[in-house]
């Protein structure tokens, strides 16, 4: 009842300001005629009001009644017309115009609009002039509870570390409320924990949610789901609510001690495992996660301390055992290891919960593996002499299979290392051995490589280096170095230095070059030139005597011995050749040739002109002589009728092709009574051929027709042309090729081309062309030499 006295008394006070004063009471007339004070008057008034009220929400089926608009003009007679204005008038407000009633025609709601501001006016409804001035007034949308408490931001996510203490905050929640949180207790929110007990408590009023529940475990339980409620109206019965969860993670904390899931390890290995290989890993719990999980190995006991080693892999989780030194499984078989794991990150205020350590034992078994032969050096030094015989011994190479077995081991070199072949080694004892002579000066290091294997397994193979130097011996003789000539001006004097002579041996003796110069025997009495040793490896080469001149002689041979000093003693010889020379004032030189006798300084007229004639009349016989050859070059073509389809190609010029019209004229070929008739009488004007014709081996019988038919046709058809190309002056040269048909492929008898019948002056058989076969019998017919009475046609 209270409740709903405190909704209504608002709007029966608004009602009643509304009214008029002629409603309420006296006109205000009669109550300035009755006053209590002639100076106090009241000035008259239209509008009498302040502002409407009106409840939100309303749910009824008539328009919602707002109030009433009256002017004292308004004698009910329906003259006077209301009219509204504003902020929804016409669509949320209506005003019956003759009545002034105002209504709320659609659903207010104080969320969405609190207040409207509207102007009323009184007009005549005939004129629809003003009776009053236009004034404003308010409706004001009260508040009720309509809107329950919402949390924007929700379904909520919060963490909390593991074992926190009670009261620890985890999470501040606020929940927003539409209502009017000035007009009663719409809007005032009280928090509660509907879920979540007894884990977690909300304070009511700030909406805090706290830890209520001590030494909460992750590893037990790690996530929690909590629903919080908010009730308006102070919680009180009738109020509204809302709701939202809060999903809350217990955060890990390094609480627990990290244990091996095993205390015992059995890992193995062959012994063949190259150093670095993983031999397995091993891993200690930890009921934690993340960084509190991480753990650091140790090998902190055992015999495999320093053959094995350990380390933790990229996640910081499992130790990781590798081979630290090589495996032998003949010397020791197994190895046992001692390993601690412990957290990397311990929290000072937990070390009571600890240690955060464990230990465990891992024993490594080694495997047996076929190994290859071992060498018992890593590698192998060797000097020997150059002058070492052949088949001298160097050193005998150890391998054994270390293996229990202890197979034969088998030994042989390399060949890419020792391609030259100048060393064996003998394949069961390993003995190295020379098979050729030495030569410090062609190769001083040879580097061989020695081969080891097993003979029950050959894929068992172990090899080593054998480095053997060639010590050097005094085999090479000395020589001069740099040039072999020297020169003396022709104004050297006796004693005068001419040239230093230095002498190289390829040999180096331990002790250094000395060399020892003197002249050979045949010269060391010679009057020009004498040598000086300077014990240097140094000669001066000095003159004996002075008035040289390039005219007595030009070249003067010096043989010069040279001796090195080391045993055993070499000697060579060698020969200086020096010039005499023309040289400056300075000593240089000028001129080593004999000079010629001088002309004189100058010609006379005559002279010159006569010299000059003889030098043009060579010019003019050589263009003569290269105009004749130019011209003897052309060829011999007489006859102007040409034909296209057969040409003469030379072999010193190239030919035109099918367009070279004047080679040949095929039109004597058809008649050759007629060109032999024309040209028998000219004789050829160059040289005859060194090769007499052929067709003086054929019989007169066959030229005159002897043998009838076609084939005396063809024959004699031959014969004239053989005889037009040696009478007709205007035949192509010697020289040519005259093509009558196109020999087949294949043809057994090869070519027929006389082109190189000139290699040889003799005379041609031709008695073979009988061996041919029947295809070649007209052929043996025409060339071949046929016993006959008849002396030849020419």
């Given at each position: 009842?209270?409740s709903l006295?405190?909704?209504?008394?608002?709007?029966v006070?608004?009602?009643?300001?509304?009214?008029?004063?002629?409603?309420?009471?006296?006109?205000?007339?009669?109550?300035?005629?009755?006053?209590?004070?002639?100076?106090?008057?009241?000035?008259?008034?239209?509008w009498?009001?302040?502002?409407?009220?009106?409840?939100?929400?309303?749910?009824?089926?008539?328009?919602?009644?707002?109030g009433?608009?009256?002017?004292?003009?308004?004698?009910?007679?329906?003259?006077i017309?209301y009219?509204l204005?504003?902020?929804?008038?016409?669509?949320?407000?209506t005003i019956?115009?003759?009545?002034?009633d105002?209504h709320?025609?659609?659903?207010?709601?104080?969320?969405?609009?609190?207040?409207?501001a509207?102007?009323?006016?009184?007009r005549n409804?005939?004129?629809?002039?003003p009776?009053?001035?236009?004034?404003?007034?308010?409706?004001?949308?009260?508040?009720?509870n309509?809107?329950?408490?919402?949390?924007?931001?929700?379904?909520?996510?919060?963490?909390v570390?593991e074992?926190?203490?009670?009261?620890?905050?985890?999470?501040?929640?606020?929940?927003?409320?539409?209502?009017?949180?000035?007009?009663?207790?719409?809007?005032?929110?009280v928090?509660?924990?509907?879920?979540?007990q007894?884990?977690?408590?909300?304070?009511?009023?700030?909406?805090?949610?706290?830890?209520?529940?001590?030494?909460?475990?992750?590893?037990t339980?790690e996530?929690?789901s909590?629903?919080?409620?908010?009730k308006?109206?102070?919680?009180?019965?009738?109020g509204l609510?809302?709701?939202?969860?809060?999903n809350?993670?217990?955060?890990?904390i390094?609480?627990?001690?990290?244990?091996?899931?095993?205390?015992?390890y059995?890992?193995?290995?062959?012994?063949?495992?190259?150093?670095?290989?993983?031999?397995?890993?091993?891993?200690?719990?930890d009921?934690?996660?993340?960084?509190?999980?991480?753990?650091?190995?140790?090998?902190?006991?055992?015999?495999?301390?320093?053959?094995?080693?350990?380390?933790?892999?990229?996640?910081?989780?499992?130790g990781?055992?590798?081979?630290?030194k090589p495996?032998?499984?003949?010397?020791?078989?197994?190895?046992?290891?001692?390993?601690?794991?412990?957290?990397?990150?311990v929290?000072?205020?937990?070390?009571?919960?600890?240690?955060?350590?464990?230990?465990?034992?891992?024993h490594?078994?080694v495997?047996?593996?076929?190994e290859p032969?071992?060498?018992?050096?890593?590698?192998?030094?060797?000097?020997?002499?150059?002058?070492?015989?052949?088949?001298?011994?160097?050193?005998?190479?150890?391998?054994?299979?270390?293996?229990?077995?202890n197979?034969?081991?088998?030994?042989?070199?390399?060949?890419?290392?020792?391609p030259?072949?100048?060393?064996?080694?003998?394949?069961?004892?390993g003995?190295?051995?020379?098979?050729?002579?030495?030569?410090?000066?062609?190769?001083?290091?040879?580097?061989?490589t020695?081969?080891?294997?097993?003979?029950?397994?050959?894929?068992?193979i172990?090899?080593?280096?054998?480095?053997?130097?060639?010590l050097?011996?005094?085999?090479?003789?000395?020589?001069?170095?740099?040039?072999?000539?020297?020169?003396?001006c022709?104004?050297?004097?006796?004693?005068?230095?001419?040239?230093?002579?230095?002498?190289?041996?390829?040999?180096?003796?331990?002790?250094?070059?000395?060399?020892?110069y003197?002249?050979?025997?045949?010269?060391?009495?010679?009057?020009?030139?004498t040598?000086?040793?300077?014990?240097?490896?140094?000669?001066?080469?000095?003159?004996?005597?002075?008035?040289?001149?390039?005219q007595?002689?030009?070249i003067f041979y010096l043989?010069?011995?040279i001796?090195?000093?080391?045993?055993?003693v070499?000697?060579?010889?060698s020969?200086?050749?020096?010039?005499?020379?023309s040289?400056?004032?300075?000593?240089?030189?000028m001129?080593?040739?004999?000079?010629?006798y001088?002309l004189?300084?100058s010609?006379?007229?005559?002279?010159?002109?006569?010299?000059?004639?003889?030098?043009?009349?060579?010019?003019?016989?050589?263009?003569?002589?290269?105009?004749?050859?130019t011209?003897?070059k052309?060829?011999?073509?007489?006859?102007?009728?040409?034909?296209?389809?057969?040409?003469?190609v030379?072999?010193?010029?190239?030919g035109?092709?099918?367009?070279?019209?004047?080679?040949?004229?095929?039109?004597?070929?058809?008649?050759p009574?007629?060109?032999?008739?024309?040209?028998?009488?000219?004789m050829?004007?160059?040289?005859?051929?060194?090769?007499?014709?052929?067709?003086?081996?054929?019989?007169?019988?066959?030229?005159?027709?002897?043998?009838?038919?076609?084939?005396?046709?063809?024959?004699?058809?031959?014969?004239?042309?053989?005889?037009?190309?040696d009478?007709?002056?205007?035949?192509?040269?010697y020289?040519?090729?005259?093509?009558?048909?196109?020999?087949?492929?294949?043809?057994?008898?090869?070519?027929?081309?006389?082109?190189?019948?000139?290699?040889?002056?003799t005379?041609?058989?031709?008695?073979?062309?009988n061996?041919?076969?029947?295809?070649?019998k007209?052929?043996?017919?025409?060339?071949?030499?046929l016993?006959?009475?008849s002396?030849?046609?020419?």
């Open positions: 009842l209270s006295a405190a909704t209504l008394l608002p709007v006070l608004g009602l009643l300001t509304l009214l008029p004063h002629s409603i309420l009471g006296k006109p205000a007339e009669e109550a300035a005629n009755a006053g209590s004070s002639a100076l106090l008057q009241r000035v008259k008034r239209g009498v009001w302040n502002q409407f009220f009106v409840l939100e929400e309303y749910t009824g089926l008539e328009p919602l009644y707002i009433k608009l009256h002017s004292d003009m308004d004698k009910g007679d329906g003259s017309k009219i204005t504003g902020e929804g008038a016409g669509t949320t407000f019956d115009d003759s009545t002034g105002i709320a025609i659609q659903r207010l709601d104080r969320e969405v609009k609190a207040q409207y509207l102007r009323a006016q009184a409804r005939l004129t629809d002039r009776l009053e001035p236009e004034s404003e007034f308010i409706v004001k949308i009260q508040d009720i309509d809107n329950e408490p919402k949390f924007l931001d929700g379904p909520y996510q919060a963490s570390p074992m926190s203490k009670i009261g620890t905050s985890v999470i501040q929640l606020t929940a927003t409320d539409a209502d009017d949180p000035t007009y009663g207790n719409s809007a005032r929110v928090y509660s924990i509907l879920e979540g007894p884990y977690f408590s909300v304070d009511a009023k700030t909406g805090v949610v706290r830890v209520s529940l001590a030494d909460m475990d992750r590893e339980r996530n929690y909590v629903v919080i409620q908010a308006d109206m102070g919680g009180q019965l009738g609510a809302g709701t939202t969860t809060i809350i993670t217990l955060s890990d390094n609480d627990n001690p990290p244990m091996f899931d095993q205390r015992l059995q890992m193995s290995i062959p012994e063949s495992a190259p150093v670095g290989s993983v031999v397995g890993r091993i891993w200690a719990k009921r934690d996660i993340g960084v509190n999980a991480e753990m650091r190995y140790s090998i902190i006991d055992g015999d495999g301390r320093d053959t094995f080693d350990i380390s933790t892999d990229p996640t910081n989780l499992f990781i055992i590798t081979v630290k495996l032998d499984f003949e010397k020791k078989p197994s190895y046992t290891l001692k390993v601690e794991g412990a957290n990397i990150n929290d000072p205020s937990l070390r009571y919960r600890g240690p955060f350590k464990d230990v465990t034992i891992v490594v078994s495997e047996d593996v076929d032969p071992v060498f018992d050096l890593p590698v192998y030094y060797i000097e020997l002499p150059e002058d070492a015989e052949i088949g001298t011994m160097l050193k005998t190479v150890s391998a054994r299979d270390p293996d229990a077995a197979n034969t081991v088998r030994y042989s070199i390399e060949r890419s290392s020792d030259d072949k100048f060393f064996y080694i003998e394949i069961t004892s003995s190295l051995m020379t098979v050729r002579w030495l030569d410090r000066e062609e190769i001083g290091w040879h580097n061989i020695v081969l080891a294997m097993e003979m029950n397994n050959p894929s068992q172990a090899s080593v280096s054998v480095a053997i130097k060639v050097d011996v005094n085999d090479n003789p000395p020589s001069l170095a740099h040039y072999l000539e020297a020169y003396v022709e104004t050297a004097k006796a004693g005068q230095l001419i040239q230093t002579v230095t002498a190289v041996d390829p040999d180096e003796p331990l002790g250094g070059q000395h060399f020892y003197s002249l050979a025997p045949e010269a060391a009495n010679n009057p020009n030139f040598l000086k040793d300077n014990q240097d490896n140094t000669a001066w080469i000095l003159t004996r005597r002075g008035g040289w001149s390039q007595d002689q030009t043989p010069i011995v001796t090195d000093g080391e045993q055993p070499q000697t060579s010889t020969t200086l050749t020096i010039r005499v020379c040289c400056d004032q300075k000593g240089n030189v001129s080593c040739n004999a000079e010629a001088s004189p300084a010609l006379s007229r005559g002279a010159l002109i006569a010299i000059l004639a003889c030098i043009f009349v060579l010019l003019v016989m050589i263009l003569l002589m290269l105009s004749l050859r011209h003897r052309k060829p011999y073509l007489c006859d102007e009728e040409e034909n296209v389809h057969e040409n003469i030379r072999y010193d010029d190239e035109g092709g099918e367009e070279d019209t004047e080679a040949f004229d095929i039109a004597a070929m058809w008649n009574r007629e060109a032999h008739n024309h040209h028998l009488g000219k050829r004007q160059d040289m005859l051929p060194e090769i007499e014709s052929l067709s003086r081996y054929v019989p007169q019988a066959c030229v005159m027709g002897g043998g009838g038919g076609g084939d005396s046709n063809v024959h004699g058809y031959v014969l004239a042309k053989l005889l037009e190309a009478m007709d002056p205007c035949a192509p040269p020289d040519s090729l005259q093509t009558y048909a196109y020999e087949g492929e294949g043809s057994i008898a090869e070519s027929l081309s006389s082109l190189q019948s000139g290699t040889s002056n005379d041609h058989e031709y008695d073979y062309l061996d041919w076969g029947p295809r070649f007209k052929l043996a017919e025409m060339y071949g030499v016993e006959t009475n002396p030849p046609l020419w």
